[in-house]
């Protein structure tokens, strides 16, 4: 066994007795802080010593206990912030299912518009070639063939006009949007 230090013999005698020494009493006495005993190079008192660590424990806990509470009243903004947040991006992830569902639609239907117009469009000039047909084997030939090569041009020349302003618009929608400029910010007097 280890041999006791006097120090350890001390400890027990003092826990031993329970009446006040003269020191702890001297102590007690001593203003909890006592800056001028610092200054004189004389070192605080056992008992001061520990009022200065019990009050900034005591500091510590009520700054600890004010910190978890603006943490938790954070957390609980930041919770209410993603519901929201959530229940707007719902709705807009709704919204664009169903701009997506008319935007697919919309082209089903065109599509669709459009082979049918095309088929009756051929039907037509089928019906008109066929109609030019029959004028000619019918009367003038010459005045006939005239007034059909006159119509065609007339048609490609027409045709070509749409095909010119079809490319003007596609070309249009593929040029990248110029970014707007800010305005500027005229000051009142």
């Not at 006495?29 to 009050?55: C, T």
């Not at 930041?78 to 709704?94: E, H, I, N, S």
């Not at 045709?159 to 949007?177: M, S």
Request: charged share 35%.
């Amino acid at each position: 066994m280890a041999a006791r230090t006097p120090r350890a013999q001390r400890s027990r005698s003092r826990k031993s007795s329970d009446a006040p020494t003269k020191a702890d009493v001297a102590a007690a006495e001593v203003p909890a802080e006592a800056p001028e005993d610092a200054s004189n190079g004389k070192l605080p008192s056992h008992l001061a010593h520990h009022r200065m660590i019990a009050r900034n424990l005591n500091g510590l806990l009520e700054n600890y206990g004010e910190l978890r509470s603006q943490v938790v009243q954070t957390e609980r903004e930041y919770k209410r912030g993603d519901k929201d947040l959530d229940a707007r991006a719902f709705q807009l992830t709704t919204r664009l299912d169903a701009i997506e569902k008319k935007l697919t639609d919309f082209i089903e239907e065109m599509t669709s518009v459009a082979f049918e117009s095309n088929l009756k469009i051929r039907g037509n000039s089928d019906s008109i070639t066929a109609l030019w047909d029959a004028l000619e084997s019918g009367g003038d030939a010459e005045d006939i063939a005239k007034r059909r090569r006159d119509t065609a041009a007339r048609e490609d020349a027409r045709q070509a006009g749409i095909e010119q302003r079809l490319q003007k618009l596609v070309a249009e929608k593929q040029k990248p949007c110029e970014p707007r400029r800010p305005r500027k910010v005229t000051k009142k007097k």
